[in-house]
C-alpha cells in the first residue's frame, strides 16, 4: 500500500508537468521531461524505487575525488553516454535506459551469469569491458550496482546471492580501470518493493534476477557544495 501512494504521488507530479516542462533531446529529436524537473517532481519515485544514492551523495563525492560536469552541458553528456552504451551493448539482452538524473543499466540474470551463480560468465564479459570503457570515458560519475533475485529459495540465501553478484559485476568495473571510489553495491535479494514482474511464472522471475547499474552524473555545483 505504501509503494502504491509513493508511485501515485509520482505519477501526479509528473503529469502536472506539462509540454512547457519537455526539451528536445538532442540526438533523437524526441521531447522529453527536462531532467530538471525529473529531479524535483520524479526524484520521490526514483529514490524510493532505487533506495538514492547509496551512502549519499556528498560523502561519495568527496571520496571519489571527481571534478564534476558543469551544469549546462550535463544533460547532454548523459544522452551522449546513453546513446553510446546503446549501441555497445545492442543484441545483447541489456537495457539501458534514461531515468531523468540517472542511467540504469540493467544486466538480466542469463546473461551476467549462469543459474545460483555469482561468477560473472565469460561470455559476458566483453560487454562488461564496453560498459567500464564508458564509465572510464565519462569519469564525473557515482555508480551504484544493485543485486536483485527473485522469491525462489529462502529470503537469506537470496539476499547473499543478490550482495555476492553486485559485488562481481562492481569488481570486474574495478578491474578494468574504474575507480574504487565511484562504486557502491548492495543487495536486495527479494524485496517485492523492487520486482518488476510477476514470480509466478518462469519469465517473470527470470525478470526479477537481475543487476543493475545506476550511473549519477555529478554537477561541478554538488562538488563545491560537497567541499
Known amino acids: ?19 512547457s516542462a519537455c526539451v528536445t533531446d538532442p540526438n533523437t529529436g524526441e521531447k522529453k521531461i527536462s531532467r530538471t524537473v525529473l529531479g524535483t517532481a520524479g526524484g520521490a519515485a526514483a529514490g524510493y524505487l532505487l533506495g538514492g544514492i547509496i551512502g549519499g551523495k556528498t560523502a561519495r563525492i568527496a571520496g571519489a575525488g571527481i571534478g564534476g560536469v558543469a551544469g549546462g552541458v550535463v544533460g547532454y553528456k ?25 542511467i540504469k543499466v540493467n544486466l538480466p540474470d542469463g546473461v551476467t551469469f549462469a543459474t545460483d551463480s555469482s ?3 565469460p561470455s559476458f564479459r566483453a560487454i562488461l569491458d564496453d560498459i567500464a570503457a564508458s564509465l572510464l570515458q565519462y569519469p564525473d560519475s557515482l555508480i551504484d550496482v544493485y543485486g536483485f533475485t527473485d522469491s525462489t529459495g529462502s529470503e537469506s540465501y537470496n539476499l547473499q546471492l543478490s550482495e555476492r553478484r553486485a559485488k562481481a559485476v562492481a569488481d570486474y568495473l574495478i578491474y578494468k580501470g574504474v575507480p574504487a571510489a565511484r562504486l557502491a553495491t548492495k543487495g536486495f535479494g527479494e524485496d517485492p518493493n523492487y520486482f518488476v514482474a510477476t514470480n509466478d511464472t518462469d519469465a517473470g522471475r527470470a525478470l526479477n534476477r537481475r543487476v543493475e547499474i545506476k550511473i549519477v552524473p555529478i554537477s561541478q555545483e554538488e562538488v563545491q557544495a560537497a567541499k
Do not use: F, H, P, W
Open 1 to 19: 500500500m505504501a509503494r502504491r501512494r509513493y508511485l501515485t504521488a509520482a505519477l501526479a507530479a509528473v503529469s502536472l508537468i506539462g509540454v
Open 78 to 102: 548523459m544522452d551522449q553516454q546513453i546513446k553510446e552504451l546503446k549501441e555497445q551493448t545492442a543484441g545483447s539482452g541489456i537495457d539501458v535506459t534514461d531515468e531523468g538524473e540517472y
Open 119 to 121: 561468477t560473472v560468465s
